[in-house]
């Protein structure tokens, strides 16, 4: 199936410092492909890769589940381990949680971790249902453009297929006990107004995790896609600051931009 236009996975050779970008479920990298340019323009090397199922149509979706998602992630950063001195993992709501997981999993070799409005629990009744109602209907309402910004729109799915749901509910539930194994620096942006995940997920990823360097940023302007958002130049030059602060070589090699 071809890709939707603008959903496009996005790759940018830069300096030594690597940042791996992972979007949410039924979105694309669109919602993030702001922020990978951004950093992209500052010397840094980049790598917003597609996860499988997405950014063409859902049906494409319903076959898919997390260890497809995780792996492409888990691929695209050994890719800049090979590449870079230091690297970082940044997601967005699902991809969040992605980052958390891969920082639980590759420890060290991960220098820090940029979270927006992470996911971490699927909520409610149809948490519940899930395991049930997938085998009887194969879709409900959509999740995308959660924006709060006039004329700003996600490139994603308008129907949520319920067996990737299911799955997403699982992973949810393997990232949640595992985030005791993040240590890393953390910066976690989370929008107090979000209408696809509640600030409470935010609250038990801090809560949880072992990470010492912690910073908390409340996006009061935006809603669940904020990097589309009022607030987005705000969680990229957060972010950048955030990994200058512990990669004081990001963007300066190879690289004509500076730091």
Known sequence: MPVLPGAEPYRHEGGEVGVLLCHGFTGSPQSLRPWAEYLAER???????????????????????????????????RELMERCSQ??????????????????????????????????????????????????VPTTKGLTSDIAKEGSA??????????????????????????????????LLHSPQDHVVPPADSARVLARVSSTDVREVLLEQSYHVATLDHDAERIFQESHAF???LAPSAGKKGSTTGG
């Not at 597609?50 to 695209?76: C, F, I, N, S």
């Open 43 to 77: 010397g840094l090397t980049v790598s917003l890769p597609l996860l499988p199922g997405h950014g063409t149509r859902w049906q494409d979706m319903q076959l898919t589940g997390w260890q497809d998602w995780y792996a492409e992630v888990d691929r695209a950063l």
């Open 87 to 136: 690297v970082f993992v940044l997601g967005l709501s699902m991809g969040g949680a992605l980052a958390l997981r891969l920082a639980a999993k590759h420890g060290p070799a991960i220098s820090g971790v940029v979270v927006v409005n992470p996911g971490v629990k699927v909520h409610g009744l149809a948490a519940y249902a899930l395991p049930v109602v997938r085998h009887l």
């Open 154 to 187: 996600e490139i994603g799915y308008d129907r949520v297929p319920l067996h990737a749901a299911y799955s997403l509910r699982k992973f949810f539930q393997l990232v949640d006990g595992a985030l005791p194994q993040v240590t890393q620096p953390l910066l």
């Open 243 to 245: 990994i200058g602060r």
